[in-house]
């Protein structure tokens, strides 16, 4: 006795399948994904300050994060002192605007460091800190 099967599958539908479910996942990752970013990055604390400045253009920013190991990040990247020697004085002169972001326990040398190698190469220095939140009914 010959069986025969009622169902025919249809070859280039195995083919489309696995491709759109690929395609949906990789969309929902994407959406999803991008609602943890909020901003992209260093996190760094920023100490206390009474001074604030409004935005800056065209300024450049410095990360200096404390840690076990101290680092230095220029355009989101780890760069080590002599690297951000060469890239500030590379700078055209119309954008010698330098912001530093020190974490609070930043060591204050390496601080001093970059914000004097800053100064030499012409730029103008602002350093970055949190409006201190005064307390309720002052």
Known sequence: MKLQRTFHFHTPLFGILPLANVLFLVMVFYVMGSRFILQPGVQVA????SFALGPQRGAQIVSITSAPAA??????????????HRQLAGRPAV????????D?????????EVMNDALRHGYSVILAGEIPQSPAGE
């Open 46 to 49: 920023l100490p206390a300050t």
């Open 71 to 84: 680092a230095i990040y220029y355009r989101d990247q780890k760069v080590t002192f002599d690297e951000l």
């Open 95 to 102: 954008d010698r605007s330098l912001i530093i972001k020190a």
């Open 104 to 112: 609070k326990s930043a060591p204050a040398g390496m601080l001093a």
